[in-house]
């Protein structure tokens, strides 16, 4: 009998991811559901629910409301609240052999926790990382603890994994499913790029993604303000921001780069979503990358591109050589960029993370161990 498998995608960022897996599952005749919520379905995010389609692939579970709707602790909260109730009606309805979640999110915390007493088959994918400048780090252990499999994107992740479960048996290194995407998918040309962008990566690009500190939540419009100070200084660079998720801060943020841009038109500007093919053209192409963003650490190096990290959102991830730190501060900044933009990278340290077959690797796991007990699909 043909096994069902959920996915659990609850924005842009994790479905970009997703993706390689959802073909391979697919290639090994899985039936496979993908359970969309989140920031998919809301129109002030971009309703990317429709990117989803737009792929070829069919969202046969779409649920609203799984979101915050303002930027404080509060409407985080309530959104989880709201959240877990949903999701306790849906898996009252629905059942699946195993069910993939990914991350860190407080709406894929509320979806997992909600399905814990249906006793929901979990697998967990990057799990055993650590940000402590954000409350995603509790979230994200939370998770492992509430998943039977899961799946690191490196070795030294699955033994903190083994660590926190003590259930070795479960726990496999697959690598990391965003190199996957890197290695298979055909980038756009800089052309194509300068089309989409309405910027000119024959001249230096700085590509941008800063997510609001939810640990100290407070200072967010002071670090938008240092970042926004920096960008207008660095004349000599354009720059390319994807705007920030929906976590507590976030509107603020969003608002003080909008305006950025509505000042500096012709060198500065915001996107809503490149879509996964555009982003990994932009990190391709860029001079740099700024910002506080995980695939400044993962895909980033695959390249290896140079990573100006901001702040301590990604604080506790492995840091390779491509990756220079800085405090949220204006001259930091601007110090940090001018000094090592022009740095070479001959060693591609993303080996650590695997080779790009992370999907393969998942999927044959899952045939050959998970379901090979039952395998008369």
Same mark, same amino acid.
């Given at each position: ?160 994994? =083994? /660590?926190?479960?003590?259930? &070795?048996? @479960? $726990?496999? +290194?697959? !690598? ?5 995407? #890197?290695? *298979? ?112 650490? =993962? /895909?980033?190096?695959?390249? &290896?591109? @140079? $990573?100006? +990290?901001? !702040? ?5 991830? #492995?840091? *390779? ?57």
């Amino acid at each position: 009998m043909t096994k069902t498998i959920g996915i659990l995608s609850s924005s842009r960022a994790d479905f970009s991811i997703y993706l390689p897996l959802i073909k391979e599952l697919q290639e090994f005749q899985f039936n496979v559901e993908i359970i969309a919520f989140g920031t998919h379905m809301a129109p002030e995010y971009g309703n990317t629910v429709d990117l989803i389609e737009s792929e070829g692939f069919i969202v046969k579970h779409k649920l609203k409301n799984c979101y915050a709707t303002g930027e404080t602790p509060l409407n985080v909260s309530l959104a989880m609240a709201t959240t877990t109730k949903i999701f306790a009606q849906f898996w009252t309805e629905n059942r699946f052999d195993l069910v993939f979640c990914l991350g860190d999110r407080y709406e894929m915390f509320a979806a997992v926790s909600a399905g814990l007493s249906f006793q929901v088959n979990f697998a967990h994918i990057h799990g055993g990382e650590t940000t402590l400048g954000a409350i995603d780090n509790s979230f994200r252990h939370a998770i492992t603890h509430m998943s039977r499999w899961h799946f690191a994107a490196c070795e030294q992740y699955k033994l903190r994994i =083994i /660590e926190l479960t003590n259930s &070795p048996n @479960t $726990v496999f +290194n697959s !690598g990391a499913l965003s190199l996957d995407n #890197i290695r *298979t998918l055909k980038t756009l040309s800089i052309q194509d790029l300068n089309s989409k962008t309405e910027l000119d990566f024959n001249r230096p690009v700085i590509l941008c993604t800063f997510h609001p500190e939810t640990v100290q939540f407070e200072k967010n419009a002071l670090f938008a303000e240092e970042i926004s100070n920096a960008f207008e200084k660095l004349i000599d660079y354009q720059i390319l921001i994807t705007l920030p998720n929906s976590d507590t801060g976030g509107l603020l943020i969003r608002k003080r780069f909008i305006e950025l841009q509505s000042k500096f038109p012709d060198r500065i500007k915001t996107v809503e979503n490149l879509g996964n093919i555009g982003y990994i053209s932009a990190m391709k192409h860029c001079t740099l990358m700024v910002g506080n963003t995980s695939s400044g650490f =993962i /895909e980033a190096a695959y390249f &290896p591109k @140079t $990573v100006i +990290n901001l !702040g301590d959102r990604q604080k506790g991830r #492995i840091i *390779t050589k491509n990756i220079i730190n800085s405090p949220i501060e204006c001259n930091a900044i601007m110090s940090a960029i001018q000094t090592n933009h022009m740095n070479n990278y001959t060693n591609n340290e993303a080996k650590i993370y695997g080779e790009g077959f992370a999907a393969n690797k998942i999927s044959n796991i899952l045939d050959k161990l998970i379901f090979a007990q039952s395998d008369d699909r």
